[in-house]
């Protein structure tokens, strides 16, 4: 009996010393996968707990989780970000934390980005902000500050910049209420970003200034890796090329430092150009020749097309006519299989589509069947005819039904296509042909017209649209991605009043 109190008494030490000592390893690990520059590390340091997180409480398990998807987005790994971020969202709701579940939100959304779902990533933030509205605890704050600094970041790669400056200002008074230097830095860097788009060069330059000094005291290696890479950009397009191609290796190095082989790529491409434009030929040939091999190995086709393009260029200044040549085929080429990619996959979606309702059909029948057999055998011979001819005739009623709503719905359709093709005939009537649209919808003076300016980018979508390009076709010809075609398109309809292509061809035939 002694014996076995013992045994029990030392069984209730061991227990708790057990748990808190996976908590703590747990809580070890977390810290640094946080700390970790390479995500790659961070996941080394958070599979070493895998056993541990298993016994752990809901709060440690919510932080490992999202820790693991933070990781395998900044890698690019959407599918496995996914899977632990679902896992972590499923917590965040069972136990109403709602902090941690805009933590979830504003993850999912920087995934999203990383695959360019912009309009997804942009409704799962707004979810995010939703959680944080008048909320004023620091930490909620500080939630809302990173999501509106990641929407602002959104709108800057659709080219949205009065989004873009809208959000991150927001995201940059919360920061300076809290006092958060790191923050401050992030959308100082944020704002130096869109205006360098815009081509305020000397309001860019300002908020550059502030961001460089404090991430140098917080020695964020990643985030300075983006301003030097911006300053090479702005003083490239202020014809500085020596102060553009100090900063943009600074960048590379900082890129090697953190082994983001994408960084490195793009950098590289960079300074290729940039010795092109000092004509220093021989170093910029040699460098778009390494991007070629390292872009083949590693499957960065977009890469691969610049440097094939910087190589064409370098061939035209020495007067290298055939050599010129061949680089540009190869730069068409290997434009042409990124296209021939996004078809083929666009095609592997439909047949999937497809071949799933296909089966959902024959499941469907089959039940069908198996329902009318199973009453064929409960029921007498003249209960079967009397339930055959009434089903005949339900069918029938059905299928006429079905038959003439069809019908109405495919005139309907060639009605509309017929009014397009009028309008459309008409639009090109007063205006000579397609080639001179350019010439006929002047931007300024379709503007004037409107009370909410277009973006030049906006009106270059519309002008294509209205010309029958398909959103894909638009997409190829504005190097832009189909979804990010569909926001200026939308966009542009709200800002002239109409909910389509068709209304917008009525508009532009008013005010020809």
């Known amino acids: 009996m002694n014996r076995l109190s013992f045994l029990l008494v030392l069984l209730l030490v061991q227990v708790p010393g057990i748990a808190q000592d996976n908590y703590m390893q747990v809580t070890e690990a977390l810290?640094?996968?946080?700390?970790?520059?390479?995500?790659?590390?961070?996941?080394?340091?958070?599979?070493?707990?895998?056993?541990?997180?298993?016994?752990?409480?809901?709060?440690?398990?919510?932080?490992?989780?999202?820790?693991?998807?933070?990781?395998?987005?900044?890698?690019?790994?959407?599918?496995?970000?996914?899977?632990?971020?679902?896992?972590?969202?499923?917590?965040?709701?069972?136990?109403?934390?709602?902090?941690?579940?805009?933590?979830?939100?504003?993850?999912?959304?920087?995934?999203?980005?990383?695959?360019?779902?912009?309009?997804?990533?942009?409704?799962?933030?707004?979810?995010?902000?939703?959680?944080?509205?008048?909320?004023?605890?620091?930490?909620y704050l500080q939630a809302v500050r990173k999501i509106l600094g990641n929407s602002g970041g959104i709108f800057y790669q659709l080219e949205h910049y009065e989004g873009a400056l809208r959000h991150t200002s927001r995201a940059l008074d919360i920061s300076e209420q809290l006092n958060d230097s790191s923050g401050i830095a992030y959308n100082n860097l944020r704002l130096a970003l869109t205006y360098q788009a815009m081509d305020s060069l000397e309001e860019c330059v300002d908020h550059l200034t502030v961001s460089n000094k404090l991430l140098r005291s917080l020695q964020d290696t990643?985030?300075?890796?983006?301003?030097?890479?911006t300053l090479g950009l702005v003083y490239g397009k202020q014809n500085q090329y020596n102060n553009s191609l100090t900063h943009y290796k600074t960048a590379l190095r900082l890129a090697s430092l953190i082994k983001n082989q994408e960084e490195i790529m793009h950098t590289k491409v960079f300074i290729a150009r940039t010795l092109l434009k000092l004509n220093q030929l021989n170093e910029a040939q040699t460098l778009a020749q390494d991007i070629v091999a390292e872009a083949e190995k590693n499957g960065m086709a977009n890469h691969k097309e610049s440097?094939?393009?910087?190589?064409?260029?370098?061939?035209?200044?020495?007067?290298?006519?055939?050599?010129?040549?061949?680089?540009?085929?190869?730069?068409?080429?290997?434009?042409?299989?990124?296209?021939?990619?996004?078809?083929?996959?666009?095609?592997?979606?439909?047949?999937?589509?497809?071949?799933?309702?296909k089966k959902e059909a024959e499941i469907m029948r089959l039940s069908l069947e198996n329902e009318l057999n199973t009453a064929n055998l409960a029921r007498s011979r003249n209960a079967n005819i009397a339930m055959a001819i009434g089903g005949s005739l339900t069918l029938a009623i059905i299928i006429v039904y079905f038959t003439q709503r069809h019908k109405k719905q495919q005139a309907e359709k060639e009605a509309q296509e017929l009014q397009i093709e009028a309008l459309k005939k008409r639009f090109m009537e007063l205006h000579a042909s397609p080639a001179e649209l350019a010439v006929a919808l002047e931007f300024h003076e379709l503007n004037s017209k409107l009370n909410t300016k277009l973006t030049e980018r906006e009106f270059e979508a519309l002008k294509l649209s209205l010309e029958g390009k398909t959103n894909s076709e638009i997409a190829d010809l504005l190097f832009i991605s189909v979804s990010t075609v569909k926001f200026h398109l939308r966009n542009t309809y709200s800002k002239m009043g109409v909910g389509n292509r068709k209304e917008a061809f009525q508009l532009m035939l008013k005010t020809s």
């Open 31 to 139: 810290q640094k996968a946080f700390d970790a520059q390479n995500p790659e590390d961070g996941l080394t340091y958070l599979n070493t707990v895998g056993k541990q997180i298993e016994q752990a409480n809901d709060s440690l398990k919510l932080e490992f989780f999202i820790a693991k998807g933070v990781a395998h987005g900044q890698l690019g790994n959407a599918d496995s970000s996914f899977f632990f971020l679902n896992q972590a969202q499923l917590i965040a709701e069972q136990t109403s934390n709602d902090l941690l579940l805009i933590k979830v939100y504003n993850t999912r959304g920087l995934v999203l980005m990383g695959i360019n779902k912009y309009e997804d990533a942009l409704n799962v933030f707004q979810k995010g902000l939703a959680i944080g509205e008048n909320k004023t605890e620091p930490r």
């Open 222 to 229: 990643t985030t300075m890796l983006y301003v030097e890479n």
């Open 307 to 357: 440097a094939y393009d910087i190589l064409y260029n370098i061939s035209l200044s020495r007067g290298q006519w055939q050599s010129a040549l061949n680089f540009r085929n190869k730069s068409i080429d290997v434009k042409d299989s990124i296209a021939n990619v996004e078809v083929k996959s666009r095609i592997a979606e439909l047949e999937t589509k497809y071949e799933t309702e």
